[in-house]
């Protein structure tokens, strides 16, 4: 009897893996296959079979997305993992915060648990191989039984999340499935893959701003807290074929070096496992730096992120890349090896077969290394988790404050609110001083609110309420500066315009932790609910992220608008329609010539002389138009204003600015500066213009930059004194109508409380009741 129960135990990993489903049975194609793409109830209903037909998994949904699609998480383990994931749910809640535990409990805590990896893919859904590897990777992990994926389950809890942007597998899937065949095969969908953020649903991992996110930080970063994030990308076609950290410097300087050092001993390990596997074309060290939090949340939670960018095709259509193509990127060039590109690509054919088969390999190579190197991965989690609690006691952080502070402010409480929202959400412990106290050689009001840098999260508040110092680095020694990857500044206190300082000290002055802060409604008044003031915003087949942004924030301002596109303004008689007519960044090229890729007919063509000449009528006769950033280049062109812009045609080594805060100087008295109560006036400057005017009747400078010194306050900038006395906003007066001229975006990833007023003011009837135009000046 014994014996035959333990023949039959023995049987039952090969029964259970003849029992798992493989993506072929359920979606009926191999996933990798040429011009093959899923549409998310596909996704799902794999991932369901596989739930029904394993103890090793179980699938979650954690809620439903932007436009209403399931959004899910797979917990993948052994089956005795599985059967207990509160207990190691538990177990993970000891080992995040070491306050409350001795150090023996954290010891049994750590020798029980597993190491958590968390998965994630697709949140840009052109790169298709992340709606794809998924199923490949689960069917592994599930039904595998080589010793490798044996081992997995048993030191690992893999919580896998198919797509982080769901929707953008349908929205991208079935443009490209109707593309088939057609001249424009494998090109971008002419529309945003993420309803309202497009590619920025991957800058959103600090403001919280989009559905999806939110899921993520709050079912699954705040409850499983796990040591290692595998975050899997695709890249252009014609570099290196993967890239996995380390990163480019720099690195973000509160992160804890512990982290660093595990990124790039796990980035190494896994390049050892794929470079000794045969798959070439590797590289580490280039293009991609651990600076904005905007994409790592998991750097200020404990956690590393290892991003991995594979080489892409045309969507799901195979391409064909010669060697003498291939181009270098920072530190690596895909022709020569060297340190951090040891294996040379050829050249030649690539399919979304070789991008699934990278990402697969790669994820497989990290989960191996996590499982193989548990007690290390939560023995360094424990301790930056020690590190975080001691604050500026700990090593390499002598020079942190204590305490930051935010005064009461009454007439910002709506951004404070905000802030406090988002630093809450990120696990920060903020409390609330009830009388008046002293600090710092400063004086605080009753209702301040305290925060202490020693306590888990302190880095993530640290991080996003102080000004960022970028460093000036050069691509060699006395060469010329090294351009930033992404934006460099992410100042809370600038952005959404509220006081803060930093105490060097602890604070002593009685304080109560505070409660979870609800959302205030925003509100813009004479805006909100009020259909009597028609607003369209400007989208082009050309997808620009900031037109959904600016339709993100109307939405949360309950702002009524419409979206227009090309052939509406071609189209003419705008004034019957409209009031005010937005738009939204993009350069002057693609809103009037449009889309540069083929596409059918319908979709072809921009704005065009005929809608530069309804726009022209629409202000004459009395309209506002209001231009952001690049598409105040459009704006100046096609309505012959008489503004320049005093920036077009510098080289980027003359000037240079990616993504900066900068100080401003407002003309108080003029209607679009009505409101405007942040204590320090700033601009969101992304690689925008700045504006000289060449006919002060007609145009009135709103703000401008000082006319002395450097106009940084938080960020990177090269050329500054370009700036110097230039203006930042102008108002245009043209027949009966206004053109406000943004030279930055004043709606910057609905973050920019600070200069939301500026925008709902340009939208309001300027010269209309109780909005005066005042007389033009030349300041």
């Known amino acids: 009897m014994n014996l035959r129960l333990l023949a039959a135990l023995a049987a039952l990993p090969t029964a259970l893996a003849a029992q798992i489903p493989t993506p072929a049975s359920v979606i009926g194609w191999d996933p990798g296959t040429d011009r093959k793409l899923p549409e998310w109830k596909q996704v799902v209903a794999y991932f369901q079979a596989l739930d029904a037909a394993s103890p090793r998994i179980t699938v979650k949904t954690l809620g439903k997305t932007t436009l209403g699609r399931p959004f899910l998480a797979a917990f993948i383990g052994d089956s005795a ?21 001795s150090a023996d409990e954290i010891r049994r805590a750590a020798a029980d648990d597993k190491v958590v990896v968390l998965v994630t893919s697709g949140i840009h859904s052109t790169e298709v191989g992340g709606n794809l590897t998924p199923m490949k990777l689960a069917e592994r992990l599930v ?18 999340v198919p797509s982080l942007n769901p929707d953008g597998v349908d929205i991208v899937g079935d443009w490209y499935r109707s593309s088939l065949g057609t001249a424009w095969e494998g090109t971008q969908p002419p529309q945003l893959y993420h309803y309202y953020t497009g590619h920025d649903d991957n800058r959103d991992w600090y403001a919280f701003t989009q559905a999806e996110t939110r899921m993520v930080i709050d079912s699954l970063y705040n409850q499983w807290h796990p040591q290692i994030v595998n975050d899997i990308h695709q890249q252009g076609a014609n570099g290196t074929r993967i890239f996995i950290p380390p990163y480019m410097d720099p690195i973000e300087p509160n992160i804890d070096p512990i982290l660093m050092a595990g990124v790039a001993q796990m980035g190494k390990a896994m390049t050892w496992r794929l470079t000794a596997q045969g798959f070439v074309g590797v590289a580490n060290n280039t293009s991609y730096d651990a600076w904005t939090p905007a994409r790592a949340y998991q750097h200020y939670h404990g956690a590393i992120r290892i991003l991995t960018e594979t080489a892409s095709a045309a969507l799901a259509s195979p391409i064909d890349v010669p060697f003498e193509s291939l181009r270098p990127g920072y530190n690596v060039d895909p022709k020569e090896t060297g340190v951090d590109f040891l294996t040379k690509w050829p050249g030649g054919h690539w399919t979304v077969g070789d991008i699934v088969r990278y990402q697969t390999a790669a994820s497989m190579a990290l989960l191996a290394e ?70 710092g050689g400063r004086s605080f009001p009753a209702g301040s609110l305290v925060i202490y840098t020693a306590q888990p999260y302190g880095a993530f508040a640290k991080t996003l309420l102080e000004p960022q110092h970028y460093p000036n680095l050069r691509e060699y020694p006395g060469g010329p500066p090294k351009r930033p990857y992404d934006v460099t500044a992410h100042t809370l206190p600038l952005l959404m315009g509220f006081d803060v300082a930093f105490v060097k ?21 004479g805006l909100t609910d009020n259909k009597a003031r028609r607003i369209a915003v400007f989208a082009n087949y050309s997808p620009s992220m900031d037109e959904g942004w600016t339709r993100w924030l109307l939405d949360q301002y309950r702002i009524p608008f419409t979206v227009v596109h090309a052939k509406d303004l071609r189209g003419g008689s705008l004034n019957a329609k409209f009031d005010a007519i937005i738009l939204p960044e993009q350069n002057a090229r693609q809103i009037a010539n449009g889309p540069m890729n083929q596409y059918p007919d319908s979709l072809k063509g921009g704005v065009g002389k005929e809608g530069a000449a309804a726009l022209k009528s629409f202000v004459d006769a009395g309209g506002t138009l209001v231009a952001f950033n690049d598409a105040s280049d459009y704006a100046i062109e096609a309505l012959e204003l008489p503004v320049k812009n005093v920036l077009d045609g510098l080289r980027s080594t003359d000037f240079y600015a990616p993504g900066s805060i900068f100080r401003v100087e407002l003309d108080s008295a003029h209607p679009l500066a009505a409101g405007m109560t942040a204590p320090q006036p700033m601009a969101w400057f992304e690689s925008g213009p700045a504006f000289e005017v060449t006919d002060p009747s007609r145009a009135t400078v709103v703000a401008r930059y000082p006319a002395q010194g450097d106009p940084l306050l938080s960020g990177w900038l090269l050329g500054g004194s370009k700036l110097n006395g230039k203006a930042a906003l102008v108002d245009v007066r043209q027949g009966k109508g206004h053109v406000v001229l943004f030279g930055f975006r ?34």
């Open 143 to 160: 039904g595998g039984e080589d010793e490798e994926a044996r081992a997995i389950r048993r030191n690992a809890l893999t919580i896998l």
């Open 505 to 525: 000290d602890s604070v002593t002055a009685p304080t109560a932790l505070l409660t979870t802060q609800n959302a205030t409604p925003w509100v813009a008044r």
């Open 370 to 439: 996590a499982a193989g190197d548990r007690d290390e991965w939560l023995a360094s989690y424990v301790q930056v988790q020690k590190n975080a609690v001691a604050g500026n006691t700990a090593a390499g952080r002598t020079d942190w404050p204590a305490t930051i502070v935010i005064p009461a402010q009454p007439v910002r409480d709506t951004a404070v609110n905000a802030a406090v929202r988002i630093l809450q959400r990120g696990q920060v412990e903020v409390r609330r001083a009830p009388a008046a106290f002293s600090a």
């Open 81 to 101: 993992t599985i059967a207990n994931l509160p207990r190691y749910q538990e177990l993970q809640r000891t080992l995040s915060d070491p306050r409350f535990h």
């Open 746 to 779: 004043p709606q910057y990833r609905g973050q920019t409380m600070a200069t939301f007023p500026l925008l709902w003011n340009a939208l309001k009837p300027i010269g209309g009741s109780g909005i005066p135009v005042t007389k033009a000046a030349t300041r």
